[in-house]
Structure formats: C-alpha cells, structure tokens
C-alpha cells in the first residue's frame, strides 16, 4: 500500500507564507500525478494544485499567483508554497498522489492515495 505523509501547517498571519510537504512512501513503480485539496468547515473540498509526472501544473484561480507547487521525483514528494495567505486560505489541506504500485513481481495495479490533512489557519 502507499502512504502519505504530511507536514508544514500552523498558524500564521495574513500576508505570511507556508511551505507544505508530502512525502509518499510503499511499492511505488510511478507517480503519475500529485496534488493539494483544501476543505473548509462547511465547504466541500476543492482543488487547488496539481503536477504531473511530466512538470505541467495547474492552479485553482484563488491562488494563481500566490501558490506553487513543485514535486521531487526521487523522493517522491510533493510541495506546496503558499504566500501572501489570506483568512480565506484557512483549512484542511490534503495531498493526493496517483500512480502504480507493484504489487508481485509481475502484477501492477493503480492507485490514488490520500494524506491525513495538515491544518493551515491565517488569522492575526
């Protein structure tokens, strides 16, 4: 099985940065896609960035400009910096990753694999 890990929340002031990371870890063969979801209290969780195994990413429009996001290949990690925060940033945030595990010698199979959340909180 492949299992996320995350870190890099906290608490932080309006107009602050963060730096969020997620590291993947099990019988990976390839990671075709990762990326970072928010969910607010009483909101549905939303896309805000993806990147492909070959570098293309893609921003929601509330952060174009203020997030990026970047993944090391050989360590199977995904990032998110986030600056200039607002109030409206404040949430759960979550990495996904999308690839293949090798599950025997001979047998792949897909997989999408989620983090436990990280808490990022923008208030003064």
């Known amino acids: 099985q492949v299992q996320l890990v995350e870190s890099g929340g906290g608490l932080v002031q309006p107009g602050g940065s963060l730096r969020l990371s997620c590291a993947a870890s099990?019988?990976?063969?390839?990671?075709?896609?990762m990326g970072w979801y928010r969910q607010a209290p009483g909101k549905e969780r939303e896309l805000v960035a993806t990147?492909?195994?070959?570098?293309?990413?893609k921003y929601a429009d509330s952060v174009k400009g203020r997030f990026t996001i970047s993944r090391d290949g050989a360590k199977n990690t995904v990032y998110l910096q986030m600056n200039s925060l607002k109030s409206e940033d404040t949430a759960s945030y979550f990495c996904?990753?999308?690839?293949?595990?090798?599950?025997?010698?001979?047998?792949?199979?897909?997989?999408?694999?989620w983090g436990q959340g990280t808490q990022v909180t923008v208030a003064s």
């Open positions: 990147c492909t195994g070959g570098g293309s990413t």
């Open positions: 099990g019988s990976i063969f390839s990671i075709n896609a």
């Open positions: 996904n990753v999308e690839g293949k595990v090798q599950i025997y010698y001979y047998t792949m199979a897909d997989f999408s694999a």
